[in-house]
Each structure stands twice: as structure tokens, then as C-alpha cells.
């Protein structure tokens, strides 16, 4: 909340007014506190959406490297940025079936939180 409020004042601030011109002032403990949302008790959370267009409902080992892609995208969405490397390094069905956790990292530049989703993923896809 903090954080916000001083983005705001820098927002609304003259032109040129940069961080840096406001005097350094230590948070205490009281103002870095963050309010959290609570969950119905009922409600579980959710960190990955399923997918339930149809075109998920053929054999994973026959989608086309745009299938993977809508795949990722829906399951992930923040992996928007990494499918230009998806569809450069042609991954398809087949493919992805035998990507490994590094390779989604370093060949498709996955972030580790997201490609470890994507990994796990993939191996409940193809278990079936």
C-alpha cells in the first residue's frame, strides 16, 4: 500500500521530480505491514486454470506448435512474453512431451516459478 502511494505522489508530482529528490525516511514496522484478502473458508485457491477449449479435447501428441501455445497461454497466462521462443523453436505436441524443466527456462526463457508450473504440467498431460 505504501508502495502504491508513493506512485502515486510521484504520478502526481511536477515533471522532473524523481525518487531520488525525496529525502531516504526508514519504514517502520506499522507501515510495511500489507492487508491480505481473506478467503472464504469454502474457497480453495487456484493457481492454475484448466483449459477447456476445444481444442484441447484432441491428443496433445497431435497439437500444432499454436496449440501448445494457446495451451501455455491459458494455463499461464504472464507466459505471453516467452511464446515468441515457443513458436521459433517449433514446439509441438510431440515436443512437449519430452521438454525438460532447464530446457523450458533457458531454450524458452520461462521464468523458473512459471516453467516449473509448465513442467508439471506437461507431465499430468501426457500421464493420461
Known amino acids: 500500500m505504501i508502495l502504491l502511494d508513493m506512485l502515486d505522489a510521484?504520478?502526481?508530482a511536477p515533471p522532473g521530480l524523481t525518487l531520488a529528490d525525496e529525502p531516504y525516511r526508514p519504514l517502520s514496522l506499522s507501515q510495511t505491514s500489507v492487508e491480505m484478502e481473506e478467503m472464504?473458508?469454502?474457497e480453495e485457491?487456484?493457481?492454475?486454470?484448466?483449459?477447456?477449449?476445444?481444442?484441447?479435447?484432441?491428443?496433445?501428441?497431435?497439437?500444432d506448435t499454436e496449440e501448445v501455445v494457446s495451451w501455455m497461454v491459458e494455463l499461464v497466462p504472464s507466459l505471453e512474453r516467452c511464446m515468441p521462443k515457443v513458436r521459433e523453436n517449433e514446439i509441438d505436441g510431440k515436443v512437449l512431451e519430452s521438454l525438460k524443466r532447464d530446457e523450458l527456462m533457458d531454450d524458452l526463457e520461462m521464468p523458473e516459478q512459471e516453467s516449473e508450473v509448465i513442467f508439471q504440467e506437461i507431465q499430468k498431460l501426457f500421464r493420461q
Open 10 to 12: 510521484l504520478l502526481d
Open 40 to 42: 472464504p473458508a469454502d
Open 45 to 63: 485457491p487456484q493457481e492454475v486454470q484448466e483449459p477447456h477449449d476445444a481444442t484441447f479435447s484432441k491428443s496433445p501428441e497431435s497439437w
